[in-house]
Structures are given as structure tokens and as C-alpha cells.
């Protein structure tokens, strides 16, 4: 049992390339999410899925885009890199079953737009 | 909408002292709270959680956090801190029936031999 997978671990990009942060999860997680962590600021939540084929917005969502073709994968692209997506980017899964709500996180992908 | 608010962004203890760490959040129905910690170049991990019941809950590692209604507050403790538990702390709140979760800015938490 995995956890929550993310790849790459580290990427550098330049100014309006595009690229896919990957994610998945093996633990059948209803639930998944993407936050961006700057210093100082916590925690962003970006996009979310409750299920495959369903997607919302959450607190910063402009540059990114999500899809959920499957339960176990949630990728998100960045469509136009620029400087201030310069971040850590975590996934993070849940199950909505019960009332555990604990998300469990991915190890992080340090993206630099230069 | 919810928030949180961790008032310290930086705490120096020494080992074997202990441990309080602030977070006060804002919500206006009744908040599922959580703490997690996060060592350099990780991810978060859970320490504790509070839904309902009894306001003292009892984490990992030795942690523990109360509730306060009162004082919207979800303080975190350890008795006695020991120089593993140099970490970032982030405390997050969110809703039931909504698995989104609002996080703190963090605590950074530094351990003197």
C-alpha cells in the first residue's frame, strides 16, 4: 500500500510552459485535492474531486486546471507557468465514507518558474 | 468561511521543556479540527484530530490538543519536548460533510539541546 504518490519530485520551468503534476492513491479515497504550501501562508487549496468525474474549484484556482478520470488518479496542469506558481505543490486523499474526514498526504512536488 | 489563525510563527524550546502551540479558528457551526506536522522536505502527517466529545484529545508522539469553544481555540501540548519533534506544526480546520480544510500559516518549532 503506497499512500498517495506524486511525481515529479522537483521541476523547473520556464515562464508560460505547461506541465502536469502527477498524483495517485491506492487506497480507494473517494476525496482528493491539491494545495499549494508558500512560506507564510500555510496550506492553499487549489482544486478538489469527490469522485471521478466531479471536480470544483477551491481557494486559488486561476492558472490550474483538474481532471478525475478515475478514482485513482487526480492530476493537475498548469497551463502557463509563471513566477507566482513558483510553490510546493502536496495532493492529499480522503475517504468520504463515515466521518474519519483525515486527509493523507503525498510526499510534495518543489516546482521553480523561472 | 472558515480560517485559522496560528499567532506564533516561530517557537524556540528546550528539550525536555514543554510545549504549547496556539490556534485559534473562525467558523460558524461546530469545526472538525486537526493538527499535522511536517518535517523538512515531507509531508504532513496527523497528529490529532477533534470532531465531538470529549474536548482533550490524544494524538501521536505524545500530543495532545483541547478544545475551547469558548475561545475558538484548539491549543497543542507535549509535556515535554524532545529534539525529534523539531517540525513545522499547521493546524486546519474544516466542516462536516465537507472534507475542504482551511490550514494555519504554521508554527516552526526549534528544539535547544
Known amino acids: 500500500n503506497a499512500g498517495v504518490t506524486q511525481t515529479p519530485k522537483f521541476q523547473v520551468l520556464k515562464t508560460g510552459q505547461s506541465m502536469t503534476l502527477q498524483c495517485a492513491q491506492d487506497m480507494n479515497h473517494e476525496y482528493m485535492s491539491w494545495y499549494r504550501q508558500d512560506p507564510g501562508m500555510g496550506l492553499r487549496l487549489i482544486h478538489y474531486?469527490?469522485?471521478?468525474?466531479?471536480?470544483d474549484q477551491g481557494e486559488v484556482p486561476n492558472g490550474y486546471n483538474v481532471s478525475r478520470s478515475t478514482t485513482e488518479d487526480f492530476p493537475l496542469r498548469l497551463l502557463s507557468a509563471a513566477p507566482s506558481q513558483t510553490s510546493v505543490y502536496f495532493c492529499?486523499?480522503?475517504?468520504?465514507?463515515?466521518?474519519?474526514?483525515?486527509?493523507?498526504f503525498g510526499p510534495g512536488t518543489r516546482l521553480t518558474v523561472t | 468561511a472558515q480560517s485559522v489563525t496560528q499567532p506564533d510563527i516561530h517557537i524556540t524550546v528546550s528539550e525536555g521543556a514543554s510545549l504549547e502551540l496556539r490556534c485559534n479558528y473562525s467558523y460558524g457551526a461546530t469545526p472538525y479540527l486537526f493538527w499535522y506536522v511536517q518535517s523538512p522536505g515531507q509531508g504532513l502527517q496527523l497528529l490529532l484530530k477533534y470532531f465531538s466529545g470529549d474536548t482533550l484529545v490524544q494524538g501521536i508522539k505524545g500530543f495532545e490538543a483541547e478544545f475551547k469553544r469558548s475561545q475558538s481555540s484548539f491549543n497543542l501540548r507535549k509535556p515535554s519536548v524532545h529534539w525529534s519533534d523539531a517540525a513545522e506544526y499547521f493546524c486546519a480546520v474544516g466542516a462536516k460533510g465537507n472534507n475542504d480544510m482551511r490550514f494555519g500559516a504554521g508554527t516552526r518549532l526549534t528544539v535547544k539541546p
Open positions: 474531486s469527490v469522485g471521478a468525474g466531479i471536480t
Open positions: 492529499a486523499s480522503s475517504t468520504l465514507a463515515g466521518s474519519s474526514y483525515e486527509q493523507y
